[in-house]
């Protein structure tokens, strides 16, 4: 994930999140954690691959911000 878009997510993403929430911010500190915590594109297609799952790929999109992952279930 690239380091702007982390900073921007860990510092505007909870002021804006209070503010929207009128102080209720812990959906968007979830969401923060989520991002964090989630593997990278290349683990998420290993384990997808792991669990059988054939023609895995993924597309990066937004400089690296959201990715598209695809994948086909064998028969």
Known sequence: MPPAYLAYIS???PVLGWLATGGEASAY???LHGI???PTVEA???ET???G???VAF???FSGIVAIHTARKPA
């Open 11 to 13: 510092t505007c993403m």
């Open 29 to 31: 500190k979830y969401l």
């Open 36 to 38: 964090r915590d989630f």
């Open 44 to 46: 998420f297609a290993d």
């Open 49 to 51: 691959r792991s669990h």
């Open 53 to 55: 799952f054939q023609d």
């Open 59 to 61: 597309e990066r999109l």
